[in-house]
């Protein structure tokens, strides 16, 4: 009978070896992934976007060598931003990085929320532009980055405006926010 018992606690530690060297071998091998099919990778959003080289050339207030752009300018900007021509509208989301804060910040913080990802990039990065160079005193360019990390859908849009914001905030030098 202890013969028996001992044998059974032999079979029983040989399994539990031979289980622990197999779990072992299984989780120092890489995992076998499937390579994406044409669908999935068109699918799949940038990470860099790519701004067209046909964009429409637009007017800055570094062009015009004036200290801030004409209100017509920035008016049409804020027109075309919006608007169905995806040249015009990227080449006016770009441009409004140089209009004053007060009229490019509304604009650019509701294409952040709601519009096409090409869009959102080229928004995120012309309210990063503003940030950094007309200053954020007031904090609204900041906020409207936290409403898109809260709100978002996209994640990689999303992890690009925290980024954007720790940018902004160690360039600022102010403190980060909870």
Same mark, same amino acid.
């Given at each position: 009978? @202890?013969? &028996?018992?001992? $044998?059974?606690?032999m079979?029983?530690? &040989?399994?539990? =070896?031979?289980?622990? @060297? =197999?779990?072992?071998?299984?989780q120092? /091998? ?7 099919t044409?669908? @999935? ?7 860099? !976007? ?7 050339? !637009?007017?800055t ?7 801030? #752009?004409s ?9 075309d931003?919006?608007?169905?021509d995806?040249?015009? /509208? ?6 409004? @990085?140089?209009?004053p /804060?007060?009229?490019?910040? #509304?604009v *650019?913080?509701?294409? *952040?929320?709601s519009?096409e990802?090409?869009? /959102?990039?080229?928004?995120?990065n012309? *309210? $990063?532009? %503003?940030a ?8 609204? =360019?900041? +906020?409207a %980055? $936290? ?11 999303v ?6 914001? +720790?940018?902004i905030?160690?360039q *600022?030098? $102010? #403190?980060?926010? #909870?």
């Amino acid at each position: 009978m @202890a013969r &028996a018992l001992h $044998r059974g606690w032999m079979v029983v530690a &040989a399994l539990a =070896i031979a289980a622990a @060297a =197999i779990l072992g071998y299984t989780q120092t /091998r890489s995992p076998v992934v499937p390579e994406p099919t044409a669908a @999935a990778q068109a699918q799949e959003t940038p990470s860099v !976007v790519r701004v067209p080289a046909e964009l429409p050339a !637009v007017e800055t207030h570094a062009d015009a060598g004036s200290s801030q #752009p004409s209100a017509d300018s920035v008016a049409r900007w804020v027109a075309d931003a919006t608007g169905d021509d995806a040249n015009a /509208r990227a080449a006016a989301i770009i441009a409004l @990085a140089t209009a004053p /804060r007060s009229q490019a910040v #509304p604009v *650019l913080n509701r294409l *952040l929320d709601s519009g096409e990802v090409k869009d /959102r990039y080229l928004a995120l990065n012309s *309210l $990063r532009t %503003l940030a950094l160079e007309q200053g954020d005193a007031d904090g609204a =360019i900041r +906020d409207a %980055l $936290r409403h898109a990390i809260y709100h978002g859908e996209d994640e990689s849009v999303v992890s690009s405006v925290q980024g954007a914001l +720790d940018d902004i905030e160690y360039q *600022l030098g $102010r #403190p980060k926010s #909870p």
